[in-house]
């Protein structure tokens, strides 16, 4: 049931973010593809089968804009309930409260680039410097 909730939360920040053109870290998937029925019913039920469909899962991408996820059947999606895990999941709660602040710029797209190259574990550019130096000050906007 936590992670139904979990889900949930995600798609009505994704939907939300989407309506007010927010850039978040938007997480998507592409449609799996499949192998044919007759492949699949070869292949024992249980842990064998699972197996193979999850080799036939795609990655999943995190984009500044609205992204369909396939596995989740949503039109957007957004990690949001970890903030204390997912630097990800701070940027969104940060851009959210901004904009209920009454702003309309919320996070700078920049900073929302460095923000994901950053938790890839990639330096991009100085904005990495500033983003790292002035992140507690932000939190607290």
Request: charged share 15%; with cysteine.
């Amino acid at each position: 049931m936590v992670a139904e909730m979990m889900i949930l939360a995600g798609e009505a920040v994704g939907t939300v973010g989407a309506q007010q053109h927010l850039p978040l870290p938007y997480r998507g998937q592409e449609v799996p593809q499949l192998p044919p029925q007759e492949v699949l019913d070869a292949l024992p039920e249980g842990p064998c089968r699972g197996y193979a469909l999850r080799r036939c899962m795609t990655r999943s991408v995190i984009e500044p804009a609205p992204v369909r996820h396939a596995s989740l059947a949503l039109d957007a999606y957004v990690q949001f309930t970890s903030p204390i895990r997912r630097y990800s999941d701070i940027m969104t709660h940060f851009n959210l409260k901004v904009r209920g602040r009454g702003s309309r710029a919320g996070v700078a797209m920049w900073l929302l680039h460095c923000c994901m190259v950053l938790v890839a574990g990639f330096g991009c550019c100085d904005g990495c410097t500033v983003l790292m130096s002035c992140t507690n000050s932000m939190l607290f906007l």
